[in-house]
Structures are given as structure tokens and as C-alpha cells.
Nanobody, 123 residues
Framework: QVQLVESGGGLVQAGDSLRLSCAAA????????MGWFRQAPGKEREFVGV????????RYSDSVKGRFTISRDNTKNTAYLQMNSLKPEDTAVYYC????????????????WGQGTQVTVSS
């Protein structure tokens, strides 16, 4: 098993940047593809992006492509979500999640979830 803890959220203005971290404890993070999801109030949880176990492959939702970048450092057991050019519509609770394979946006395939970190973007 792996335990995930997100950090780095906060209140920023439109156009600002934030970097979220997802630290893992327990089993090595290199065993998992890492996804990022977000959930805004009153909306379903949605896929943001995913990175393969080795870090060589990433995929993003259309809404964040070109603005967000997922990376990982398996030696530090940590994954990252770099968010640039933030917009008010990016306001949500952001979650990292681990899956044993590269399942892209198949939310049910992710076995382990962090507790989430709030990102609020003001206009």
C-alpha cells in the first residue's frame, strides 16, 4: 500500500503559478502511475493529468494542456503538479492518486488517493 499527502495549495490571483506536491509513504512511488484530479464545488471529480511510472509519458486534459505540467522524482517518492497561468475556473480541491498502471482518466482504476489540497484562484 501507499499513503499519499498533497501540499502546496493556496489562494492566488489569475495568471499566477503554483506547484503542488504529492508525497508518498509506504510502497515506493515508482510502482505506480500518478494521476492528478480536481473537484470544484458542486461538480464531479475530473481528470487533470497523469504521468507514467518512469515519468517518460504524460497526458493532460484539454482544459489544462499547455498550462500544467506533471513531473515526478522517484528518488524522493514525490510527484508534482506545476500550474501556470492559473484561471478562476481552476479553483478546486486537487487530489493526487496512484494506480498500478497507466489508466489515464479512468478514475475507478486509481487505488490510492491523497486527502486533497485547496487551490483558489481569484480574478
Amino acid at each position: 500500500q501507499v499513503q499519499l499527502v498533497e501540499s502546496g495549495g493556496g489562494l492566488v490571483q489569475a495568471g499566477d503559478s503554483l506547484r503542488l506536491s504529492c508525497a508518498a509513504a509506504g510502497r515506493a512511488l515508482s510502482n505506480y502511475a500518478m494521476g492528478w484530479f480536481r473537484q470544484a464545488p458542486g461538480k464531479e471529480r475530473e481528470f487533470v493529468g497523469v504521468i507514467s511510472r518512469s515519468g517518460t509519458t504524460t497526458r493532460y486534459s484539454d482544459s489544462v494542456k499547455g498550462r500544467f505540467t506533471i513531473s515526478r522524482d522517484n528518488t524522493k517518492n514525490t510527484a508534482y503538479l506545476q500550474m501556470n497561468s492559473l484561471k478562476p475556473e481552476d479553483t478546486a480541491v486537487y487530489y493526487c492518486a496512484a494506480a498500478d498502471n497507466y489508466y489515464l482518466n479512468q478514475i475507478s482504476k486509481y487505488d490510492y488517493w491523497g486527502q486533497g489540497t485547496q487551490v483558489t484562484v481569484s480574478s
